[in-house]
């Protein structure tokens, strides 16, 4: 009750009506736009990591190299600080550094370089054996990267998608903290800033019951395709 | 035809795992090459996939020498090679009809003839009724039988062994080298079985090589290879349990009973010895009809070197191969046996 008495009763709040369902929205955009460009550009960097790396189909070591720390810079910088440094880069890309359309600049950047590590790890653990007999067959390195690599390794890929976007969600709340909209800003916004218990309450329940629902579908699917 | 001239692989640090092997095998042979790990086995396989290739020398599969050909055509080879691997290297995302047709999608099939093409495959092998299966339902054995399906989805001339029974049941074992003379006879491809185990290449081979130190030590039509007795492939061929100890001035005959010998059968030589009165406790034996012709190896223990001459006058004027050994030359053998084992171990 302690934390409802600030401004009356609980879920009479005006900025339930008013504000949540745009928060919500906002936080399943973010992270809805973020991931679909996270699996464009991750995945395709996950491959070419796998690929130029040692145990790949055209070992660089030189190029993997290069890549590798580039990667390893992206996912080592804290994405408060990515975000902010990054706001110059965000307005140049869609115009504004505020709001859910410009957050997702800097949660596509931050997720990318995370995503392709987990996507190369999920490649590494596919049977050399099973690239060297599909080779054998007289098959195009195209056709290896899809067919052998990337369809054997879909269970664990979907798995580090879903770890992923879980994550994408905690960032979309510290997205919104400096701008981005979504129930990060809310809960900053209302429930820290101006005391109200009850909108914070609901903006973790809200993030928990996204994630988990994330987590389910992610598990149902990857085990609807896991064969092995 | 298959055939290696020269064939050469030496790897960069200096290790030369192919030291001049020459090997031809003709047209619907199934040849077994067998040797010690470290021998090369793999090297070679390689080489003749395609997977590698060899520093100096030729390899040539119905003309096409696989060392000048590059690119398109190197997949075009490739396609004429069926590959059957120890650990079969099945997709596990693929139903067993879909890793059979895996083949004809690279080489661009259409739909229709593909589906055809692998029920016909999957009738070949004894699967038509596991089609829709993934390979994590299917037995070792079935699996295996999918994966000589997919070797031979291509229609390719060759198909290329590597250990093909080694993760395999003894039975399972049997029943997939049937398959692979069936194949052979139904489809007259030449089959290249490479494998450690002697068994194997009694059961299902034509001619068998004998790989050691990168080069071929000793090759041939398998009766041929058990009834010359100079070389150690013989009697690794037709193994017999190890000598028990011997004390010192004890003798041993050994004796290779093969299809040259004047004996029309094993039994015969016993009632033939006690005929001399030259007979003697078998210490160990074994006889085996390999390829319509009866083989026999016995370790015979007279009681004295007097007996044990007798037994090898009377056996080799038979035609039988007999040998007296002392236990001197039992003891050395042993040793320079297990220093090889040994060795073979630190690998």
């Known amino acids: 009750m302690i934390i409802a008495a600030q401004d009356g009763l609980f879920l009479e709040n005006e900025v339930f009506a008013n504000q949540l369902p745009a928060a919500i929205l906002e ?54 600080v990515l975000m902010i440094s990054l706001i110059p880069f965000t307005r140049f890309m869609v115009g504004t550094a505020l709001g859910w359309q410009a957050a ?99 903006c973790v329940v809200l993030l928990v ?8 579908t992610g598990d149902r699917v990857s085990r609807t395709i896991d064969h092995r | 035809m298959i055939e290696l001239t020269q064939v050469r692989k030496v790897f960069p640090g200096g290790v030369t795992a192919l030291d001049g092997v020459d090997l031809t095998i003709p047209d619907g042979e199934i040849h077994g090459i067998v040797g010690r790990s470290g021998a090369g086995k793999s090297t070679l396989i390689r080489c003749l996939t395609g997977l590698d290739s060899a520093t100096s020398g030729s390899i040539t599969i119905d003309g096409v020498d696989l060392g000048r050909v590059r690119g398109a055509e190197l997949m075009t080879a490739r396609r ?30 259409p739909a229709a ?84 185990e002697m068994g194997v290449v009694r059961e299902a081979c034509d001619a068998v090589s004998l790989l050691t130190e990168g080069s071929i030590e000793r090759t041939g039509r398998l009766l041929d290879v058990i009834s010359d007795t100079s070389t150690p492939l013989s009697k690794e061929l037709i193994a017999l349990p190890p000598i028990s100890a011997m004390e010192p001035g004890e ?47 016995l370790h015979l223990r007279p009681d004295d070197a007097a007996t044990a001459e007798g037994i090898r006058r009377v056996l080799v004027e038979q035609g039988v191969h007999a040998e007296v050994t002392t236990a001197a030359q039992v003891r050395a053998f042993a040793d320079e046996h297990q220093a090889a084992d040994a060795e073979e171990e630190n690998q």
């Not at chain 2, 699996?143 to 001339?157: N, T």
């Not at chain 2, 010895?273 to 074994?286: C, Y």
């Open chain 1, 27 to 80: 936080t399943i955009f973010m992270t809805a736009a973020t991931g679909l460009i996270v699996a464009l550009l991750g995945l395709p960097l996950g491959i070419a990591l796998h690929n130029l790396g040692p145990r790949g189909l055209a070992p660089r070591s030189a190029t993997y190299r290069v890549v590798s720390i580039l990667v390893d810079i992206g996912r080592s910088i804290p994405f408060i």
């Open chain 1, 104 to 202: 997702v600049v800097p949660l596509s950047v931050g997720a990318i370089p995370f995503f392709a590590r987990l996507v190369e790890n999920a490649l590494r653990e596919v049977d050399a054996g099973k690239v060297e007999a599909v080779k054998m067959m007289g098959a195009s390195s195209r056709h290896i990267m899809r067919q052998v690599q990337v369809r054997e390794a879909l269970p664990g890929i979907v798995g580090g998608f879903t770890v992923t976007l879980v994550a994408l969600i905690s960032y979309t709340a510290m997205a919104g903290a400096v701008g981005g909209g979504g129930l990060g800003a809310l809960a900053y916004n209302y429930g820290y800033q101006r005391y109200q218990g009850d909108t914070m309450l609901a």
């Open chain 1, 209 to 216: 019951i996204i994630v988990a629902i994330l987590q389910w």
């Open chain 2, 80 to 109: 004429s090679i069926g590959m059957v691997f120890q650990h079969v290297n099945l997709l596990d995302s693929r139903t067993a009809a879909k890793n059979i047709a895996h083949p004809l999608e690279i080489a661009g099939v």
């Open chain 2, 113 to 196: 003839a593909r589906k055809r093409r692998v029920d016909e495959l999957l009738e070949l092998v004894g699967l038509a009724d596991r089609a829709e299966s993934y390979p994590a339902q299917l037995s070792g054995g079935q699996k295996q039988r999918v994966g000589i399906a997919r070797a031979l989805a291509a229609e390719p001339r060759v198909l290329l062994c590597d250990e093909p029974t080694s993760a395999l049941d003894a039975a399972t074992t049997r029943q997939i080298l049937e398959l692979i003379r069936e194949l052979r006879d139904r489809l007259g491809i030449t089959v290249v079985i490479i494998t450690h």
């Open chain 2, 251 to 297: 003798t041993l005959v050994e004796v290779l009973v093969t299809a040259g010998s004047r004996l029309a059968d094993v039994g015969r030589l016993f009632s033939l010895l006690a005929e001399h009165g030259v007979e003697a406790p078998v210490e160990a034996g074994t006889v085996e009809t390999i390829q319509g012709a009866q083989i026999g190896r």
